[in-house]
């Protein structure tokens, strides 16, 4: 088993460039979400999704979308990339959505945008 | 939602010696999660404690909570170098979110 893979694992991207990143999971969980993770900031939720067709806003979702495109394949995309969104993000997923599921993250996306 | 907040932000001790780590949060809850992160990984889940349960054990660890006071902690016992992560805590919400960690580093 894969687990939760995240691609791609490392990007540069110039300011005003868009583009996505993919998470796929391969143990039917119902549950996606992306984080990114600053230093001294620990992982800041961006948007998540509960089950198949649904997402909901995190804390930090501005500047970013989301698709749940089916139950296993949950993307990021940066319409617009700003210097603020370097960041390494994560991908993580639950069987279902709620404090008793324990999460599974993917490796993480390196991103620094110029 | 809420986020539990962990302290000290970082650790140092020699190999051997046993770590503890603090997480406090803000509002009643059910559950609290411990997670690892090794440098450059993402989180791997450690232990969940339910809000009706004191102290739970696995393996090396050893985690308590304290609802009265709002509070969790980690202990590592017999700490090994391979122990160097940030530890994370998170408490309940459908939405999962986490403090800043806790940088332990053991020296050998």
């Known amino acids: 088993n894969a687990g939760v893979t995240q691609t791609p694992k490392f990007q540069v991207l110039k300011t005003g460039q868009s583009m996505t990143l993919q998470c796929a999971q391969d143990?039917?969980?119902?549950?996606m979400y992306w984080y990114r993770q600053d230093p001294g900031m620990g992982l800041r939720l961006i948007y998540y999704?509960?089950?198949?067709?649904?997402?909901d806003k995190g804390e930090v979702p501005n500047g970013y979308n989301v698709s749940r495109l089916n139950k296993r394949e949950f993307s990021l995309r940066l319409e617009s990339a700003a210097p603020s969104q370097t960041s390494v993000y994560f991908c993580?997923?639950?069987?279902?959505?709620?404090?008793?599921?324990?999460?599974?993250f993917g490796s993480g996306t390196q991103l620094s945008v110029l | 939602s809420q986020q539990g907040e962990e302290d000290p932000q970082a650790l140092s001790i020699q190999e051997g010696e046993n770590a503890t780590m603090n997480c406090s949060y803000k509002?009643?809850?059910?559950?609290l999660q411990w997670y690892r992160q090794n440098s450059g990984r993402g989180l791997v889940h450690l232990i969940l404690i339910r809000s009706n349960e004191r102290e739970k054990h696995s393996g090396r660890l050893r985690v308590t909570l304290d609802t009265s006071k709002k509070s969790s902690s980690l202990l590592i016992t017999a700490s090994r170098a391979a122990d160097t992560a940030s530890y994370f805590c998170?408490?309940?919400?459908?939405?999962?979110?986490f403090g800043a960690g806790t940088r332990l580093t053991v020296k050998p």
């Open positions: 999704s509960a089950s198949e067709g649904t997402t």
């Open positions: 143990m039917n969980h119902n549950s």
């Open positions: 998170a408490t309940d919400s459908d939405d999962m979110r």
């Open positions: 509002t009643s809850i059910n559950n």
């Open positions: 993580a997923s639950s069987a279902l959505a709620g404090s008793n599921e324990k999460l599974f």
